[in-house]
Structures are given as C-alpha cells and as structure tokens.
Nanobody, 126 residues
Framework: QVELVESGGGSVQAGGSLRLQCTAS????????MGWFRQAPGKEREGVAS????????YYADSVKGRFTITQNSAENTLYLEMNSLKPEDTAMYYC???????????????????WGQGTQVTVSS
C-alpha cells in the first residue's frame, strides 16, 4: 500500500481553476510538514506550497502566491491545493509530499520529505 495518493489533476484553459487532493494513509497530524511539488518535462522539481500541520501555517513559492491555497482536513487524512488563475507555466506533474520525522531546513528542500505520492498531471492551455 502507498502512503500518499494524489487526485484532481486535469486539463484546463488559462485562467481556470483546479483543486488537487492528497489522501494520506493516516491522519495528517501524523506529519510535521505536508506539501506540494511540481515538475515539468526537462525541468527540476520545485516546491509549490507547504503547510505546518500543527498550526496550519502555510508557505508558498513566489510564482503561485496569491493564486494557490494549501489546506488540510486532518480528520479526513486529506491535503488540498486550490489552484486559481492558472497559467500555462503551471503545467507540470504535481506531487504530494510529507515529512513524518520533524521538520528541518527550508520547506522547499525535497530531502526533508520522506513520503511522496505518484503524482497527478496538470495541463494548462493558452
């Protein structure tokens, strides 16, 4: 069985919206940080948003600030990424990640996350 499963990706026109969902195998409170990363073909994976689960403090990449919102529903074992005003450059495979070992370093550092989902594709057309 897998720890994290993403869903909600798809194709949308620029300016549209999508909501990504990450369902964990246990309560989100079991993790210190949960976040979303994305990777476009030929490019490095980058951090999109992250949340400190204990107090719901959120962090965002400058490129998505004001457009994306990360939230959690701990009781439902679920992490969300609401994406609005989508742009073609948002096109990528989006991955859910979780840190169960106590956070350290910058939230954008992949090495602090020890669980990763399989990804869900987001495609934004002009």
């Amino acid at each position: 069985q897998v720890e994290l499963v993403e869903s909600g990706g798809g194709s949308v026109q620029a300016g549209g919206s999508l909501r990504l969902q990450c369902t964990a195998s246990k309560n989100t409170g079991s993790y210190y940080l949960m976040g979303w990363f994305r990777q476009a073909p030929g490019k490095e994976r980058e951090g999109v948003a992250s949340i400190y689960t204990a107090i719901s403090t959120a962090y965002y990449a400058d490129s998505v600030k004001g457009r994306f919102t990360i939230t959690q529903n701990s009781a439902e074992n679920t992490l969300y990424l609401e994406m609005n005003s989508l742009k073609p450059e948002d096109t990528a495979m989006y991955y859910c990640a979780a840190d169960s070992r106590s956070h350290g370093g910058y939230w954008t550092s992949e090495k602090i996350y020890n669980y990763w989902g399989q990804g869900t594709q987001v495609t934004v057309s002009s």
